[in-house]
């Protein structure tokens, strides 16, 4: 089983920059996609981004240009770089990794970490 810790949310003040990383521990087995997504007070959980194992990443359009998800692989760690912040970007955001052990695939979360983003 992979368990996943997040780091790096906070409160930031419009037009500022905040890093997150999530890292993954697992002993057996290869963690493929990558993904981030968030959720505002009162909204349904939404796709941010994510990065493949290839290095691929995707992006919503709503931070598209203004987001970059790097990884290292051989730490098992995402870091999604958001720039230009503006206050519709508060909101918890996880990420997701998925990760195949044997032929088997799983999916699994982290915790969740908050950002407020100030006007």
């Known amino acids: 089983q992979v368990q996943l810790v997040e780091s790096g949310g906070g409160s930031v003040q419009a037009g500022g920059s905040l890093r997150l990383s999530c890292t993954g521990s697992i002993s057996l087995g290869t963690i493929h996609d990558m993904d981030w997504y968030r959720q505002a007070p009162g909204q349904p959980r939404e796709f941010v981004g994510s990065i493949n194992r290839g290095g691929l990443t995707r992006y919503a359009s709503a931070v598209r240009c203004r987001f970059i998800i790097n990884r290292d692989s051989d730490r098992n760690t995402a870091y999604p770089q958001m720039n230009r912040l503006n206050p519709d970007d508060t909101g918890v955001y996880y990420c997701?990794?998925?990760?195949?052990?044997?032929?088997?695939?799983?999916?699994?979360w982290g915790q969740g970490t908050q950002v407020t983003v100030s006007s």
């Open positions: 997701k990794f998925k990760y195949n052990l044997g032929d088997d695939e799983f999916t699994t």
